[in-house]
């Protein structure tokens, strides 16, 4: 097999009275992100780390948050786009691993439901698609509240080329 890895990593600001979707989930929350989409930070990295793994830049180049077009757009959305760069050069995904750290809410009540949302998108079964979560002990920003960090890791392959 063709096998490639990528890594992503990506961060929003968190403000009062704004949706917060992570992991194609709605968490209930006073504070959601700020952000020219919907701000699914998760997904962001996510599609970093596939973008990655074929060195095909990022999501920000992709999907330029000057364009009217990506206004307000569910990430999923961005992610199927990904996952289809993917499959044109002949990949499929392989497993991905997300790791988001929030100081509030717990997110331990929706993993499973990021899970299952993210594993069809990714063309994968819930269990290739791990999604973990941590608070930073109220250290820095994202103790602070004053913001949500992700990183992601992708695995890709193919079959080798005869
Ligand atoms: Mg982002």
Redesign the pocket.
Known sequence: MDIRIGNGY?V?AIAPGLPMWLGGVQIPSETGFV?H?DGD?AI?ALCDALLGCLALGDIGHLFPDTSDEWKGVDSKLLLAKVVDLVRQQGYQVGNVDITIALQKPKLAPHIATMRSTLAPILGVTEDRVSVKATTTERLGFVGRCEGCEVWASALILRPLEP
């Open positions: 990506d929003h952000a989409s930070v962001h």
